[in-house]
Every structure is written in C-alpha cells, then in structure tokens.
Nanobody
C-alpha cells in the first residue's frame, strides 16, 4: 500500500501561483511514477502532469504546459506541482496518484490516490 496526502491548495487570484505537495508513505517511493490529476465541478477527471520515478521524464497536459512544473524529491518522498499563471479554468480538486507503469496519462493506470486538495482561482 502507498498512502498519499496532498497539501498546498487554496484560493488565489488569476495570474497567481500555488505549489501543491504530495507526501507519500508506505512502499518504496522510487518504485513509482507519480501523476497529478484534477476534477472540476461537473467535469470528468483530467490528467495534469506525470513524472517518472527518477524525475528524468515528465509529461504535461497541453492545457498546463509552460505554466505548471512537476518535480519530485525522492529523499523526502514528495512530489510537487508548481502552478504559475493560474487561470479560473484551473479551479478544481487536485489529486496525486502513484503507478508502477511509465508516466501514464490515463488515470485508470494508477493504483493509489490521495484525497485531493482544492484549488480555486478567482477572476
């Protein structure tokens, strides 16, 4: 089992920044590639970004490319999502997830999920 706990969400004005953090515990963190997903009200879950276990490979959704950066600190069992130039359409609950598959963008390929953290961007 892998336990994931997100933090760092909040309310921010458009154009602002937030940094989300996901703390992992349980199994060996470097066994897992990690991803961030989000779900806006009334919408389906959406892929945001993923990072390989080594941190070398990253994948981003087109909607966040150039604005969001995913990274990980394997010494601290943590994955981060730096979000800049936030837009109202980024408002959602953000989830981190863990998988043993190589940086998938399909949420069905992930095995473990956190409880989510709310991000609200005001216009």
């Amino acid at each position: 089992q892998v336990q994931l706990v997100e933090s760092g969400g909040g309310l921010v004005q458009a154009g602002g920044s937030l940094r989300l953090s996901c703390a992992a515990s349980g199994r060996t963190f470097t066994n897992y590639d990690m991803g961030w997903f989000r779900r806006a009200p009334g919408k389906e879950r959406e892929f945001v970004a993923a990072i390989s276990w080594s941190g070398v490979n990253t994948v981003y959704a087109d909607s966040v490319k150039g604005r969001f950066t995913i990274s990980r600190d394997n010494a601290k069992n943590t994955v981060l999502l730096q979000m800049n130039s936030l837009k109202p359409e980024d408002t959602a609950v953000y989830y981190c997830a863990a998988t043993m598959k190589p940086v998938p963008t399909d949420g069905r390929q992930y095995d473990y999920w956190g409880q989510g953290t709310q991000v609200t961007v005001s216009s």
